[in-house]
């Protein structure tokens, strides 16, 4: 680099730091949006289901089901309301109020008795839910077969199974979903804010200012580009302190290896978004087109919300060439396992290649001519 092209660069960086920081919506998309999104994701959404609201139905006054109706009510996974007739809470189950009726019939303690000691319980819930639904069948199975190993005489089995889950052994939802919205908050962030710089120059008509100065195609989306990246780091870093201090999320990995892996993905961010800005020439079709390109593909198919591998076929293919997929992944493991570099390297390259092709695409796109 000669070093008129050195001053040239520097001179664009400055003059895009400057614009930067004076146009507030910049602040609004850098600063505010990512704490708003940061804090909905934290705070606001959830995939833990506790404290489910169901009926339980004591058909039965015996010691054996006032034992297990209070093991029902000693549960954190449920707010219980009891009764001894199940038209009782029939009404409450059909309007939505509680999630499930429990029935522990008149003859529980008779059957418990009996030979073999085996009575069954009547479970009915809600199929508009179908998801919560089976969270209740399965806590309440958890809750039986607790129960049953507390029972006096209860026979140990032969062959036990024990369920370990690594990393996150509580099943914490917030665990996985505040790393997954960081990725979300620079995929926004990044993509969006760099969709607005060339096409506000071309709404503003400093662009043909631009074109008539030896600034090259290559120099004017390096200049651009920088300044942007570093506030997307900027972004990261707040979010990450956010995500530890705040929401308690582990961060079994080094900062070291999280800084590499969102360098990576701003790569592909800032490309996208520079290409839309390019081509649109429009702050307002540009921002549209970014929440289109960048921000839905980044929530909905990146493994994110939705399992990618419960996806239909042509989906999965599609979502190949998300960035977020790959950032996502790598990312929820800094924080949950630690420095996995391999699987990690396989990732950034890809997303650098991802990054690579927008960056060409872009500089296509850039020409200085009217």
Known sequence: MSAGSGRRLLALMRKESTQMLRDPSTGLIALVLPLVLLFLFGYGVSLDATRLRIGLVLESTAPPAASLAASFLASP???????R???ELEPELVGGRIKALVVIPDAFAERMAAPGGWAELQLITDGAEPNTASLVRNYVQGVLGNWQRQQPGAAAPAITVETRFWFNPELTSRYFLVPGSIAIVMALTGTLLTALVIAREWERGTMEALMATPVTALELLVGKLVPYFALGLGSMAVATLLAVLLFGVPLRGSFLALTVLSAAFLCP??????LISAVAKNQFVASQMALLAGFLPAFLLSGFIFEIDSMPWPIQAISSVVPARYFIASLQSVFLAG???????????????????FMGLALRATRKRL
Not at 269 to 274: E, M
Not at 340 to 356: E, R
């Open 269 to 274: 961010a800032l490309g996208q978004g520079l």
């Open 77 to 83: 996974f449920f707010t219980v309301r009891t009764a």
């Open 339 to 357: 420095d996995l570099w391999g699987p990690m390297l396989k990732d950034i390259g890809i997303l650098l290649l991802i990054g690579a092709v």
């Open 85 to 87: 007739d199940r038209r």
